[in-house]
């Protein structure tokens, strides 16, 4: 949608979805963001697998190597705009079995503690999006996400639980913000089709009451399919979560 | 799981995933029902899409063809059993876009129709199950479903919704259930990340309100995944489920 859109409804600041921030015109961008008075909350990266076939757990080295490159530019373009840098589909999926999983699974830790010690030098958060089971098999629920986190033991590393992947997931959403607690970065409200809030089953009254009982005090980034059309959808949206808290920033 | 722990656990019935009915040693199976007091409610027909690529929406004439005379000999199975046949993952996924993807329909109609004829003919019941959009894009919610019965217009095909799948495509699985009423044929309990009911967040006692507010006196089919193992899940299940009402047949 664009960032004009955006604006007049309601919105505080975009996600930017970015296949490769190198060849992005940055001037060009944070001029009009400024002109807008937007923010960019965040970058997502996954267009760089879905795309080019690039991922942090290939089994290819020189894919492996590509993607660490991709999320190093989105870092230095997040370093200027002042957002974090989202870790969610360019994580790819792990195609072997068995023994090679897990030697693909250190390769892919080797690439993620790349990203991040390049996040740490340039002050940069870098999100990790636990992502359904059709989707990935890298890190499908919150649990799993807390756990690489503690294994890689940094701070420039948060999570970013998305609602519509954690309908699928979690066996009680809420449970799993409050556990997950002060790992939280940034957080996705999709309803449980994908469409915007308030036209799927999710109670998102009580996801906001757990992110209130951790004191999450960010922004909330909206990550729906563009229907019945993308304005439709931002508009309905920025109401629905308007209508159900003022205390929230979106 | 084994027919002898189902019936131990206090199943009435169990669903049968077959690849190949005619292949299937058809006698020495019924003397092990009859031995149990087992009834096979349902005969599930993925496995001929999954493991030999045969589908009714095939863009390939042959495999459409396969497809549909798999499912002749899985009526005449279940003629001799009393049971029911799931049209599910047999639908496969149209791979063609735009024009492609009309014609392709179409052809799957053709091959459906002669299913669905051959089923009136023995007077067998076919359960049209809507799958969620990960697994197929034909049919995806229960409104799809009865869109497509009512065109082929057969009281010998039903509705077969599954929670699992409803809770990533409905937006109220109770109202969709409601407005699907009469025309639902048999149903699938899954908690929300397919684990045993009770395991993920599904509010069951509201969908068995829904079975009840249309009066449906069906059995309730459970598929799960086998975790954390086979007849845990299954032990699960059963105790949940009786937990929950002591009037829904399982």
New interface residues.
Partial sequence: MGMKNAKDLGYTGVELSLLDSEKVKQEWLMDKLEELNLKVYTIATGQTYYTDGYSLYSEEEDKRQRAVNRVKGHIDFAARLGSAVIIGGIRGKITAQAEGFKELEEKGMIALRACVKYAEGKGVILLLEPVNR??TNIINTLDEGLSLIEEIGSDHLKLLPDTFHM???????EESVVRAGSSIGYIHFAD??R?APG???IDFPRVISALKKIKYSGPVGIEVLPKPDDYKAAEQAFRYMSSITKKVRI
């Fill in positions: 059709y989707e309908n699928i997931e979690e066996s009680s959403i449980s089709n469409l036209w799927g089953h």
